[in-house]
């Protein structure tokens, strides 16, 4: 329970293999595969050799009661890159609600079926949004029906934007039960491999992150076994006729995995935050104009000055809400969207600031900055906009409906 800011030798040992793995193997491949637009397999393969792919380097980082686990790691590997670190970290979405929903049964039979193994690594996708409903979940159309006397659910509809949507081995998907409950009459689903109905549409062609596969999913009468309902019929109807009784605790519930979840995300932005911080610090100091190198002008050092107190800041944001959530602390001030929030807007800052510090060199490909600008964007939109960010927070503070 105690707070304590300085890392233990585990931490420290964690946070430094993580690193020698991004310096070593991520970055020097980071502009091949963002040039090439694919999902870096063999770097999967690799990661799942040395066993940071895996559920059991996830489940250690979950464990760990510092909390801290995860925001070192995942800043770590995004400051290698954020296109290839979410290539090995998007499965975590789809084994993350596994975990969170599912049974021991179920995670035991699908967890590993998501990672595959190092000979033949596979991805798991989470797949919720869909065109009509991003921020505004409940407007989810994607229905699964029950068929009692064969136990068996057919779920259509149609998923947008999701990482590893159609080329996963597990997909898991979200899908209303009753329409009339909004966001509260929603269930997810694994969808087994090869499933038949379930499609992925081509690969969306994006700003960042283009190392990361997203893409459509569309779900045309897709048969699954009722064995595939996370969580399981029993505790559904339950949940349901909780949610009908005007009970708020589901709401709650959901809320909380949010505010457990936001701070690795953070983390992530942190990471392409940092890498950018970092190059730019170095360009400054070897670059000169002027007859002296551009850092000793006030403009430039203050500017690296606030983007290393805003990394810092966004950073003790995160490491807080990790902490917290591990230890069961009530997230009175949405403190996991808080640092989200910040974070993702810091990154798009500080690459920003990074691009500017180098110049037209920031603008070209010849330098990583212009990639890591690019692929913080992402990070003030998925996972929850920044405005979405702002509206838990402000409810949470006030107490009022904010819209
Ligand atoms: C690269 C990438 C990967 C993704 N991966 C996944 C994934 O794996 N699985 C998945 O399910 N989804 C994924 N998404 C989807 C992502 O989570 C959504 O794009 C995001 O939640 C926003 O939804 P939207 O795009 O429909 O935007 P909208 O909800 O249409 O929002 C548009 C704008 O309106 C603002 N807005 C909306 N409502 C309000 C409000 N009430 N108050 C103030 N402003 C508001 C938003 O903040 C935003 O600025 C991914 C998206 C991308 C681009």
């Known amino acids: 329970m105690e707070f304590w800011l300085g890392l233990d030798e585990d931490q420290i040992e964690l946070r430094d293999w993580v690193h020698g793995f991004a310096e070593g193997v991520i970055r020097p491949a980071a502009a091949e595969w963002d040039e090439r637009e694919e999902t870096p397999w063999p770097i999967l393969q690799e990661a799942a050799k040395i066993g940071l792919y895996g559920f059991e380097f996830l489940a250690n980082a979950w464990s760990d009661h510092s909390g801290l686990s995860l925001p070192l790691a995942n800043e770590e590997l995004f400051w290698g890159d954020g296109g290839i670190g979410m290539a090995i970290s998007g499965t975590s979405l789809a084994v993350a609600a596994i975990y969170g929903s599912g049974t021991p049964d179920q995670l035991a039979e699908w967890v590993p079926q998501c990672f595959g193994d190092a000979d033949d690594p596979k991805v798991g996708a989470f797949c919720t949004t869909e065109p009509e409903a991003g921020s505004d979940v409940g407007a989810m159309r994607t229905r699964a029906v029950y068929d009692e006397a064969k136990d068996e659910w057919t779920i259509t509809g149609q998923k947008a934007y999701a990482t590893n949507g159609g080329i996963a081995n597990v997909h898991v998907v979200t899908a209303s039960i009753d329409p009339t409950l909004g966001s509260r009459g929603q269930a997810a689903f694994v969808i087994p491999p090869g499933t038949p109905g379930l499609e992925g549409s081509r690969k969306l062609k994006k700003l960042g992150l283009r190392a990361s596969h997203t893409a459509d999913v569309f779900l045309d009468s897709v048969r699954v076994p009722g064995s595939c309902l996370l969580g399981g019929k029993e505790a559904l109807d339950e949940r349901l006729a909780r949610v009908r009784e005007g ?157």
Do not use: C
């Open 247 to 403: 009970k708020r605790a589901t709401s709650q519930a959901a809320m909380r995995t949010f505010e457990l979840s936001r701070p690795a995300v953070g983390a992530q932005a942190l990471g392409i935050a940092r890498a950018a911080y970092e190059y730019a610090l170095d360009y400054a100091k070897n670059r000169v104009q002027f007859g002296r190198a551009i850092i000793e002008n006030q403009a430039i050092a203050f500017a690296l000055a606030d983007m290393r107190t805003e990394i810092d800041a966004a950073r003790l944001l995160v490491w807080r809400a990790a902490w917290m959530g591990i230890n069961n602390q009530q997230f009175t001030a949405a403190e996991g969207s808080m640092s989200k929030l910040k974070a993702g807007e810091v990154g798009v800052t500080v690459t920003e600031k990074a691009v500017q510090i180098l110049g037209g060199a920031g603008y070209v490909r010849d330098h990583p900055v212009e990639r890591m600008y690019r692929d913080a964007k992402i990070y003030t939109i998925f996972e929850g906009t920044s405005e979405i960010q702002r509206l838990v927070i402000s409810r949470a503070i006030s107490g009022v409906h904010i819209r």
